[in-house]
């Protein structure tokens, strides 16, 4: 599963979601998070919830507009498994 976020002020809300989301399912499929220009506190908090969840972190340095088309199409380019789901902050899927 892919996430791309960028996580400031505004959105601080995606700080739980990512951490939720990054443990929610068993069995959990491998997640990669790419980070698209968080900075200062935000970076540091994905990186923790990474390590907390054994997520994948890839950190991409776009300080422009957010373009979910550019931040999927870096995170393929690290991508280990055959298949991948691209998912969004605000999906979440039930368990079932």
């Excluded at 892919?2 to 997640?31: C, F, G, S």
């Excluded at 994905?46 to 088309?69: M, Q």
Aim: hydrophobic content about 40%; charged content about 30%.
């Amino acid at each position: 599963m892919v996430l791309a976020v960028r996580i400031h002020e505004l959105n601080e809300y995606a700080i739980q979601r990512l951490d939720d989301m990054t443990k929610y399912w068993d069995p959990m499929p491998q997640v990669l998070i790419l980070d698209f220009g968080s900075q200062g506190k935000y970076s540091k908090i994905i990186k923790e919830i990474c390590n907390k969840n054994k997520a994948k972190l890839v950190v991409y340095d776009d300080y422009g507009t957010f373009s979910p088309a550019i931040a999927r199409n870096r995170a393929i380019e690290h991508i280990e498994t055959d298949y991948v789901f691209f998912n969004d902050i605000d999906c979440f899927y039930k368990k079932e």
